[in-house]
Every structure is written in structure tokens, then in C-alpha cells.
């Protein structure tokens, strides 16, 4: 497993921005880019739920409910993958996890998680 530090996150209006940084410390580059990186949510009384990933070669795939919103770009030098989100909703809102999924054992890490509140 490898360690994720998050920032960002805090409290927004509906129709507002936010972006989530995370970084991969104590890694060298060819470690990050052996992991498909990723952002989780989980909202209150509900399961985890995938936001969005991206593979080292910079392939994303994102749910649903956030295309057309929220953007994964990937760093591969600085070891970062953020989220940009855009158009927050209240629904939104969800405690957010940084992921990082190693291509070959397919082992997970995870982030510390950082809360995200979409009110007015």
C-alpha cells in the first residue's frame, strides 16, 4: 500500500466550485504510475460510491450523476490527482476519499477522507 494525503474540501454554495488535491508521498514516480487513481464518496447513511478514475495513461471514467461537472486530472510527475467539481449540487455532499489502485496485485489505498457540504 502506498499514502495518500488529501486537501481541500469545506463548504460551498449550490452552483459553486471546490477542488480536492491528493498526493502520493514517499513514493517515486514509476510507483504512481503503477496505480489507476481515483475519488470516493460516501454520504451519510449511505454506501461508498465511486466519483471518478484515472489510469496512468490518463484514461477517466466518471459516474453519472458528475459527467459533464467534475474533471480527474492526474500529475504523474508531482504524484497528485485532483478532482475539480463544479456545478455543486447538495447531493453532493459526501465525505470524499482519495484512491489508489495498483494495476498489477490490484491492492487499494485510501486517503484520510475529507468532508465536502453543499448548502446555502
Known amino acids: 500500500q502506498v499514502q495518500l494525503v488529501e486537501s481541500g474540501g469545506g463548504l460551498v454554495q449550490p452552483g459553486g466550485s471546490l477542488k480536492l488535491s491528493c498526493r502520493m508521498s514517499r513514493a517515486i514516480t514509476s510507483t504512481f504510475n503503477m496505480h489507476t487513481m481515483g475519488w470516493y464518496r460516501q454520504a451519510p447513511g449511505k454506501e461508498r460510491e465511486l466519483v471518478a478514475t484515472i489510469t496512468s495513461g490518463r484514461t477517466t471514467h466518471y459516474a453519472d450523476s458528475v459527467k459533464g461537472r467534475f474533471t480527474i486530472p492526474r500529475d504523474n510527475s508531482r504524484k497528485t490527482v485532483a478532482l475539480q467539481m463544479n456545478t455543486l449540487k447538495p447531493e453532493d455532499t459526501a465525505v470524499y476519499y482519495c484512491?489508489?489502485?495498483?494495476?498489477?496485485?490490484?491492492?487499494?489505498?485510501w486517503g484520510q477522507g475529507t468532508q465536502v457540504t453543499v448548502s446555502s
Open positions: 484512491n489508489a489502485k495498483n494495476d498489477h496485485d490490484l491492492t487499494d489505498s
